[in-house]
């Protein structure tokens, strides 16, 4: 199975910040990766997909790239509703596996 | 809108069995992939399993290979998780969601709320 490593596990960021957010593969997986975010209690949410397509109604501060082994999800500008646990998953091939999760708490 | 909507969790004694259902509504099911993500407490997401379409490809995580089995049926828009050989470390949240494309892999784009499992004696 391809192994999903994502850093940092944590982060402590102000509103109004730019966060940076990275999964990388352990093998090649072309632009096949998302990027969910999960509130406590709450359903996760795709927020980009095909590493770096906004799904539709998500907010234009959050932006994705890379492409084979290594991605990025960024916020532009970390806004109160963004505090949360932010997952990629590779949608390669089966089985499809996630990152560990980056939980983004408030300095 | 899409719905989706988990049910048949429970407590169950280690070793026995459980089903999982999910119920859409507000899609045309047949349209699209179906998916099982779980979540333990306080743990991280895992993907569980897969189903195309059509049922035609069908993809299982390592950790549950052998005693889970996915099914859908079309007509009834519903999806299933057979749960068998229940271990303590299946407890977990499981999550019944849509893929934005009809074949295998995909993104993830509707959430149910989840349904619980609980495996102890």
């Known amino acids: 199975a391809i192994q999903m490593t994502q850093s940092p596990s944590s982060l402590s960021a102000s509103v109004g910040d730019r966060v940076t957010i990275t999964c990388r593969a352990s093998?090649?997986?072309?632009?096949?990766l998302g990027w969910y975010q999960q509130k406590p209690g709450k359903a996760p949410k795709l927020l980009i997909y095909v590493a770096s397509r906004l799904q539709s109604g998500v907010p234009s501060r959050f932006s994705g790239s890379g492409s084979g082994t290594d991605f990025t999800l960024t916020i532009s500008s970390l806004q109160p509703e963004d505090f949360a646990t932010y997952y990629c998953?590779?949608?390669?091939?089966?089985?499809?596996?996630f990152g560990q999760g980056t939980k983004v708490e408030i300095k | 809108e899409v719905q989706l909507v988990e049910s048949g969790g429970g407590q169950v004694q280690p070793g026995r069995s459980l089903r999982l259902s999910c119920a859409a509504s507000g899609l045309t099911f047949d349209d699209y992939a179906m998916h099982w993500v779980r979540q333990g407490p306080g743990k991280g997401l895992e993907w569980v399993s897969g189903?195309?379409?059509?049922?035609?490809?069908?993809g299982y995580a390592d950790s549950v290979k052998g005693r889970f089995t996915v099914s859908r049926d079309n007509a009834k828009n519903s999806l299933y998780l057979q749960m068998t050989s229940l271990r303590a470390e299946d407890t977990a949240l499981y999550f019944c969601?849509?893929?934005?494309?009809?074949?295998?892999?995909?993104?993830?784009?509707?959430w149910g709320q989840g349904t619980l499992v609980t495996v102890s004696s």
């Open positions: 998953l590779q949608d390669y091939n089966y089985p499809q596996t």
């Open positions: 189903i195309s379409w059509n049922s035609g490809s069908i």
């Open positions: 093998q090649d997986i072309r632009h096949d």
């Open positions: 969601a849509k893929a934005k494309r009809s074949s295998s892999s995909s993104p993830l784009d509707y």
